[in-house]
């Protein structure tokens, strides 16, 4: 079979793990949406970078906030795995600026959080319509097979 045609899967599998070290978020206000974010997640700002601006999540991962003011951002989901006794004060601050939590991704139960998997949870907007999750424990997902 010629190499454009075999799966993914009939590679072998590197022997690093491999991590994400950042992802650009279009933003209409870099600066507006950067600062948001930060202070939802009690976190800092960074300095920018040529075009972006870092919001360092703490875990070797930077969302690199990049402006597009002259076209529509188009939604992303973004979740957070936040430490359980920060869950609160991410709350807290988001009732603050007046922004509206939701137990669900679908925005049917407001004000209110989730308790998936053991934890807590909620979704929220930023400043562009990014749907954004903070959570206090990570999903549940069925293994991965290693093979036929």
């Known amino acids: 079979m010629p190499h454009d045609q075999r799966s ?6 590197p022997t690093a793990v491999v991590q994400l070290n950042h992802t650009a978020v279009y ?17 800092r700002v960074g300095a920018p970078f040529g075009p972006f601006l870092p919001v360092d999540l703490g875990n070797g991962v930077t969302l690199d906030y990049y402006e597009k003011r002259n076209e529509a951002i188009q939604s992303q989901h973004y979740a957070f795995l936040v430490p359980d006794e920060q869950f609160d004060a991410a709350i807290a601050r988001l009732e603050a600026v007046g922004v509206t939590y939701y137990a669900d991704p679908g925005r049917t139960d407001p004000g209110r959080i989730n308790s998936l998997f053991g934890g807590r949870g909620a ?18 997902r069925p293994q991965a097979s290693t093979g036929p």
Do not use: K, Q
């Open 123 to 140: 979704y929220f907007d930023d400043p562009d319509g990014h749907n954004m999750e903070i959570m206090t424990r990570p999903y549940a």
């Open 27 to 43: 933003a209409s206000d870099r600066h507006l949406s950067a600062e948001f974010l930060a202070a939802v997640l009690g976190l």
């Open 8 to 13: 993914p899967h009939e590679f072998e599998l």
